[in-house]
């Protein structure tokens, strides 16, 4: 006898409000309008007016903090040992120290400052997960919390496609799918996988549009390390938005089924 999994027809009140909510985490308070807040408004034009020498130094930071994110992430993420909640805040302090240094010295630390403080925002990122219920002994659990890095941004050739929270997670998808059965099969061996290593370019190449942001942020004629650190601020605040929505989205699609969700999703996100 063939068993049917029948999902719900309609979503809960309860859960229909923590969609709603994730949908305001997601796609509402891009990190431009953070940044532009944390600096009274003198930020114009984030990231594309980097010079060629910044954007080269921001595409070789953002693919040594991915490799070390993911490091990190198989490494010693691991099942929930606290308390079950998330402690952003001082998440967000650790973040606005490292960012201290950028703020002081710009382009030329960006290569030190960045993996440290995408290290810090993983671990924040991992409690948030944990939070939602994610189980951080599954190898894909761990890579949907590095996938978060790649839904701040769309790649520059990604004009006029759909570059929206849904459509980022469909152009990663394969590959986290892939690299996941493979992590689980080899383990750490598998780091250096092409499957994994492809994973990793798709996310720092994403992840590189926001650190162009955050870079030309810094370069405001602000107070340097101060600057710097309510950068680092706002950027981390951004990034543990998109996890606490991303997860929550994750947790309805266990429970309801991911079309069915997705489906809810777009209709939220159209109305508001």
């Not at 701040?152 to 059965?181: F, I, N, P, T, W």
Request: with cysteine; glycine share 10%.
């Amino acid at each position: 006898m063939i068993e049917v999994e029948i999902l719900p027809a309609r979503m809960s009140s309860a859960d229909t409000w923590q969609l709603r909510r994730a949908v305001g985490l997601i796609e509402k308070n891009s990190l431009a309008t953070r940044l532009t807040r944390a600096l009274g408004g003198q930020v114009e034009a984030l990231g594309r007016a980097l010079p060629s020498p910044a954007r080269r130094a921001v595409a070789f930071a953002t693919e040594k903090a991915m490799k070390l994110a993911l490091r990190v992430a198989l490494r010693t993420l691991g099942p929930d040992r606290g308390s079950g909640r998330s402690s952003d805040r001082m998440h967000k302090v650790a973040a606005a120290a490292s960012g201290a240094v950028g703020g002081a010295f710009g382009v030329a630390a960006l290569a030190v400052e960045l993996p440290v403080s995408t290290t810090i925002l993983l671990r924040s990122i991992a409690e948030i997960a944990r939070s939602e219920g994610e189980d951080l002994a599954n190898p894909e659990a761990r890579l949907a919390c590095v996938e978060v890095f790649a839904l701040g941004g769309h790649e520059d050739d990604e004009a006029g496609v759909e570059s929206g929270y849904l459509a980022a997670r469909a152009m990663l998808a394969q590959s986290v799918g892939e690299s996941a059965k493979f992590l689980l099969k080899t383990g750490l061996a598998g780091e250096t996988a092409p499957v994994v290593v492809r994973l990793i370019s798709q996310v720092a190449a994403r992840f590189g549009v926001a650190v162009s942001e955050k870079l030309a942020a810094q370069a405001v004629p602000i107070l340097g390390a101060v600057g710097g650190a309510a950068v680092n601020a706002a950027f981390a605040d951004h990034f543990q938005a998109l996890a606490r929505g991303h997860f929550i989205v994750r947790r309805l699609e266990r429970h309801y089924g991911a079309e069915f969700v997705h489906d809810a999703y777009r209709r939220v996100a159209a109305e508001a």
